[in-house]
Structures are given as structure tokens and as C-alpha cells.
């Protein structure tokens, strides 16, 4: 059972809009910062977004994050078809002392 | 360019000891935590432990505490994970990352496949 929960699977169409939710709780998300990652078929995962909403050089601009309380949100604005792979969600969760994933949100462009 | 190579893929029978490693280069190696994270087949991301390579302070979630070792080897540039007794159950592939503050995972390996099978 994942520390953090997202939906299983989001899709839409080229160019549209999707967002991934991310709810956590007291513990983990509300005192601390959230990551995404992108993990392409086969591949090993790749950070998105940091400390909420900053993205890494190279990261572009249609990727972009934001938390409230104990939920977050990755937003992927122009959807592409390389876009399509699992996006997790990452924190810290003080009474497990330890990191948490989300399970993970398949993206599908339709 | 700081980076993280993994050692190569492993098939080995239930019962077996196993280590697996991860070369750091790019970066002070002793400044940074290394983070190890499983993925089963067809699963998600779980957070297994670190380790602080500065002096080998290492913590385990619950569910890996007991089952797994995390060290490190300084003068190599090398972090490790061990098994003394594998199960089917650890089957999976084993990303090692670095580890910055507020938990942030910037920089991973490619990966390493094990196998645990009679």
C-alpha cells in the first residue's frame, strides 16, 4: 500500500490537458515537499518537479506542479505522445520515517 | 556530469546471497545521500532505505528493514545493496539514486534486474 495515492490512469487527446492528483496526509505531504518523476517504458524514473513546482533545467514549461495541504497536482499542459509513461508522486513521511511513492499514474494520449 | 552506473543483471536460485552495486562519479560522493528503491514487476516505486556515505548512516523503511543492507565502499565511489538469503519475492529491478534535501531525487541509475529463481 503506497504512502501517497494517485488515480491509476489519466488519458486525453494531443494537445489537451491532463492532471495527475496526489493526496497525502499530516504526515508526510502537509510538512513537506513533493517531487514528481516521469518513468518512460523501460527506462528508469526522471525527476520532474521538485520542491512542489520547480522544475530542473531541461524540464519544459508545459510540466508543472503545486501542492495545497495534503494534496498536489502535476499538471501536463500540449499533451504529446512521448508524454505517454507513469508519473509518480514522492515525499517524506514522518511516522514512517521514511520516503513514500505514489502508485503511480499511467498517461495515455489518446 | 554526475552520474550513477548500476552493475549488470542477475539471476540467481531462492537462498542465495547477492550484492549488487552503484558507482558514483560527477560529484563528491561522501556528501550526498544514495537512495535504493525497488519496482516489481509491473508495480510501482518503493522506497527501501540510504544512506549517507560521509559515515555510512543508513536507514531502512519498515517493510526492508531486516531484509536488506545498504553500505558503501569511499574509496570506490561505490554504494551496495545486499541480500543474505533471497527469496522469489525480491524479484524486481533496483534503482540506486542521489538523494538531496527535501527528499528530491535528481540524478539515477539505470538499474538492476534480479532474478530469483529455482
Known amino acids: 500500500q503506497s504512502v501517497l495515492t494517485q488515480p491509476p490512469s489519466v488519458s486525453a487527446a494531443p494537445g489537451q490537458k491532463v492532471t495527475i492528483s496526489c493526496s497525502g496526509s499530516?504526515?508526510?505531504?502537509?510538512?513537506?515537499?513533493i517531487s514528481w518523476y516521469q518513468q518512460l517504458p523501460g527506462t528508469a524514473p526522471k525527476l520532474l518537479i521538485y520542491?512542489?513546482?520547480k522544475r530542473p533545467s531541461g524540464i519544459p514549461d508545459r510540466f508543472s506542479g503545486s501542492k495545497s495541504g495534503t494534496s498536489a497536482t502535476l499538471d501536463i499542459t500540449g499533451l504529446q505522445t512521448g508524454d505517454e509513461a507513469d508519473y509518480y508522486c514522492a515525499t517524506w513521511d514522518r511516522s514512517l520515517s521514511a520516503g513514500g511513492f505514489g502508485g503511480g499514474t499511467k498517461v495515455t494520449v489518446l | 556530469e554526475v552520474q550513477l552506473v548500476q552493475s549488470g543483471a542477475e539471476v540467481k536460485k531462492p537462498g542465495e546471497s547477492l550484492k549488487i552495486s552503484c558507482l558514483a562519479s560527477g560529484y563528491n560522493f561522501t556528501n550526498y545521500w544514495i537512495a535504493w528503491v525497488r519496482q516489481m514487476p509491473g508495480k510501482g516505486l518503493e522506497w527501501m532505505g540510504f544512506i549517507y556515505p560521509g559515515d555510512s548512516d543508513s536507514r531502512y523503511s519498515p517493510s526492508f528493514q531486516g531484509q536488506v543492507t545498504i553500505s558503501v565502499d569511499n574509496s570506490i565511489s561505490t554504494a551496495y545493496l545486499q541480500w543474505s538469503s533471497l527469496k522469489a519475492s525480491d524479484t524486481a529491478i533496483y534503482y540506486c539514486?542521489?538523494?538531496?534535501?527535501?527528499?528530491?531525487?535528481?540524478?539515477w541509475g539505470q538499474g538492476t534486474l534480479v532474478i530469483v529463481s529455482s
Open positions: 499530516s504526515s508526510n505531504m502537509r510538512s513537506n515537499f
Open positions: 539514486a542521489r538523494l538531496l534535501p527535501d527528499w528530491v531525487l535528481p540524478n
Open positions: 520542491d512542489n513546482k
